[in-house]
């Protein structure tokens, strides 16, 4: 599964401690990072990750969480399987109309 990470760093020296803890983090199996950004501000970011499970989701926050104000997480699903996906539905929808 995809999933789409907004994160706060709670503040004082918390986004430099997730930096530091970052750098000697190491990946789980099931569980990869796409993609990463850091907002110009660096308060916080962004994740593109796909994951095996919720487990290994799980495992991943519990090891930051201590750090971060708020951490939104929001499946996805990638643009072009989306649109096969929605059209089918709407196909559906138009037939029972």
Do not use: C
């Not at 750098?23 to 796409?34: D, L, T, Y």
């Not at 399987?81 to 196909?91: D, H, L």
């Amino acid at each position: 599964m995809l999933v789409m990470v907004t994160y706060t760093f709670e503040g004082g020296s918390s986004g430099r401690a997730a930096y530091d803890r970052f750098a000697h983090w190491k990946s789980s199996a099931g569980f990869e990072i796409k993609g990463g950004w850091t907002v110009v501000s660096n308060a916080g970011g962004f994740l593109l990750l796909e994951a095996a499970n919720e487990g290994v989701l799980l495992e991943f926050f519990a090891q930051f969480k201590d750090l971060n104000k708020e951490i939104q997480i929001t499946p996805v699903v990638e643009l072009n399987e989306a649109v096969n996906i929605v059209q089918k539905a709407y196909k559906w929808v138009d037939s029972v109309s």
